[in-house]
C-alpha cells in the first residue's frame, strides 16, 4: 500500500505528464501553423520545424510518463516481488553510489549553470523596472512582448530542466534511503521526464542560433547607427549564454540515464525496493478441552 507522500508524489508526476503532453499538443498545432503560413522565410520554416519536432517529443514523453505514472499493473520486477521490511536488503553497494548522484549532479549542474540564473536574474529585474508586467495589455503593448516571450522560450527550457533536476533529487533521495518500492517506477517517469525537457533546451538553442545568425545579417546590411549597433551585438552576445549551458544539462542527463539499466534488472533493486507485505503472525493452538483430557473417547 502506498504512503500518503508516495501518492502526493504520483500525483504531480501525473499532473506534470499531462501538462507536458497538453504542451506538445499545443505545440504542434503553433509548429503547423507558423510553418504553413510562412513561405518566404527559411529561417522562421526552420524554426517551426525545431517547434514540431519538440512538440513530438512532449507528446510521447508525455504520453509516457502518464502511462507509467498512472498504472496500477505490476510492470517493473521490483513490483512483482514481496517481502517482509526486515527481509528487505538494506540500501548499499552501488546504490550508494546512485546517492552520491543524486546529490552531486544537481549541485554541479547549479554550480555551472550560475551565469545563466544571473542573466536570468538580470531580466526580471529589467522587466520589473520598466513596468512591462503591469503595462502587458495596455495600447496593444502584449503584442510588443511576442517577440520577448519568444526569445525567452529556450531559456526557459533550460531554466525548467534545471528545476526538474534539482526537484527530481530532491524527491527520488528519500525514496531510495527509505527502500520505497515506487522509486524505481518514480526513477524512470522522472527520467523520461527531463528527456524530453533536455531535448527541448537542445533544439530551442539551435532555434535561438539561427534567430541569432538571421538578425546578425539584419544588423550587417541595414543602417543602423554605430551605436544601436553596437547594443544589439552586446545584446547577441549576452544571449549567447543560452547555447553554453546546453553541454551541462546533457551530461547531467547522462548521469540519470547511466542507472536505467541497472535499475530496471538489477537483482539488488528487485529485493531492495520489493513490495512491503505483512509479515504472517503465527497464532499459537488451541488448548485442548478439559473434558477430552479427563475423559479420553473409548477405544471401540
Given at each position: 500500500?502506498?504512503?500518503?507522500?508516495?501518492?502526493?508524489?504520483?500525483?504531480?508526476?501525473?499532473?506534470?505528464?499531462?501538462?507536458?503532453?497538453?504542451?506538445?499538443?499545443?505545440?504542434?498545432?503553433?509548429?503547423?501553423?507558423?510553418?504553413?503560413?510562412?513561405?518566404?522565410?527559411?529561417?522562421?520554416?526552420?524554426?517551426?520545424?525545431?517547434?514540431?519536432?519538440?512538440?513530438?517529443?512532449?507528446?510521447?514523453?508525455?504520453?509516457?510518463?502518464?502511462?507509467?505514472?498512472?498504472?496500477?499493473?505490476?510492470?517493473?520486477?521490483?513490483?512483482?516481488?514481496?517481502?517482509?521490511?526486515?527481509?528487505?536488503?538494506?540500501?548499499?553497494?552501488?546504490?550508494?553510489?546512485?546517492?552520491?548522484?543524486?546529490?552531486?549532479?544537481?549541485?554541479?549542474?547549479?554550480?555551472?549553470?550560475?551565469?545563466?540564473?544571473?542573466?536570468?536574474?538580470?531580466?526580471?529585474?529589467?522587466?520589473?523596472?520598466?513596468?512591462?508586467?503591469?503595462?502587458?495589455?495596455?495600447?496593444?503593448?502584449?503584442?510588443?512582448?511576442?517577440?520577448?516571450?519568444?526569445?525567452?522560450?529556450?531559456?526557459?527550457?533550460?531554466?525548467?530542466?534545471?528545476?526538474?533536476?534539482?526537484?527530481?533529487?530532491?524527491?527520488?533521495?528519500?525514496?531510495?534511503?527509505?527502500?520505497?518500492?515506487?522509486?524505481?517506477?518514480?526513477?524512470?517517469?522522472?527520467?523520461?521526464?527531463?528527456?524530453?525537457?533536455v531535448f527541448?533546451?537542445?533544439?530551442?538553442?539551435?532555434?535561438?542560433?539561427?534567430?541569432?545568425?538571421?538578425?546578425?545579417?539584419?544588423?550587417?546590411?541595414?543602417?543602423?547607427?554605430?551605436?544601436?549597433?553596437?547594443?544589439l551585438r552586446?545584446?547577441?552576445?549576452?544571449?549567447?549564454?543560452?547555447?553554453?549551458?546546453?553541454?551541462?544539462?546533457l551530461w547531467?542527463?547522462?548521469?540519470?540515464?547511466?542507472?536505467?539499466?541497472?535499475?530496471?534488472?538489477?537483482?539488488?533493486?528487485?529485493?531492495?525496493?520489493?513490495?512491503?507485505?505483512?509479515?504472517?503472525?503465527?497464532?499459537?493452538?488451541?488448548?485442548?478441552?478439559?473434558?477430552?483430557?479427563?475423559?479420553?473417547?473409548?477405544?471401540?
Amino acid at each position: 500500500m502506498d504512503t500518503v507522500p508516495e501518492r502526493l508524489i504520483g500525483w504531480v508526476l501525473r499532473a506534470t505528464a499531462r501538462g507536458l503532453l497538453f504542451a506538445g499538443f499545443a505545440a504542434l498545432l503553433a509548429g503547423v501553423f507558423l510553418f504553413g503560413t510562412i513561405s518566404d522565410s527559411s529561417v522562421l520554416r526552420a524554426i517551426a520545424s525545431i517547434l514540431m519536432q519538440v512538440a513530438g517529443v512532449f507528446i510521447v514523453a508525455g504520453a509516457a510518463a502518464t502511462f507509467w505514472s498512472g498504472s496500477r499493473r505490476s510492470l517493473l520486477p521490483n513490483e512483482q516481488l514481496t517481502t517482509t521490511a526486515d527481509q528487505r536488503t538494506a540500501v548499499g553497494g552501488w546504490l550508494m553510489v546512485l546517492c552520491v548522484t543524486l546529490v552531486a549532479a544537481p549541485a554541479w549542474l547549479l554550480l555551472r549553470m550560475q551565469p545563466f540564473l544571473a542573466e536570468w536574474r538580470r531580466v526580471i529585474e529589467l522587466m520589473s523596472a520598466s513596468g512591462m508586467w503591469e503595462n502587458a495589455n495596455a495600447n496593444m503593448s502584449g503584442v510588443v512582448l511576442m517577440p520577448i516571450a519568444a526569445a525567452l522560450t529556450p531559456p526557459f527550457f533550460e531554466l525548467a530542466t534545471l528545476i526538474g533536476f534539482v526537484v527530481s533529487s530532491l524527491t527520488l533521495l528519500p525514496l531510495l534511503l527509505l527502500r520505497s518500492p515506487r522509486f524505481p517506477r518514480i526513477y524512470l517517469v522522472c527520467v523520461i521526464l527531463l528527456s524530453a525537457l533536455v531535448f527541448a533546451s537542445m533544439r530551442g538553442a539551435s532555434a535561438a542560433a539561427l534567430a541569432s545568425d538571421a538578425l546578425r545579417q539584419l544588423i550587417d546590411t541595414t543602417s543602423a547607427n554605430a551605436q544601436e549597433a553596437a547594443s544589439l551585438r552586446q545584446a547577441l552576445e549576452r544571449y549567447s549564454i543560452v547555447f553554453t549551458t546546453v553541454p551541462a544539462l546533457l551530461w547531467t542527463l547522462f548521469a540519470y540515464v547511466l542507472w536505467v539499466p541497472a535499475i530496471l534488472s538489477s537483482a539488488r533493486v528487485r529485493t531492495t525496493f520489493a513490495e512491503r507485505v505483512a509479515a504472517a503472525v503465527s497464532t499459537p493452538a488451541k488448548a485442548a478441552d478439559v473434558a477430552s483430557i479427563t475423559s479420553p473417547p473409548r477405544f471401540p
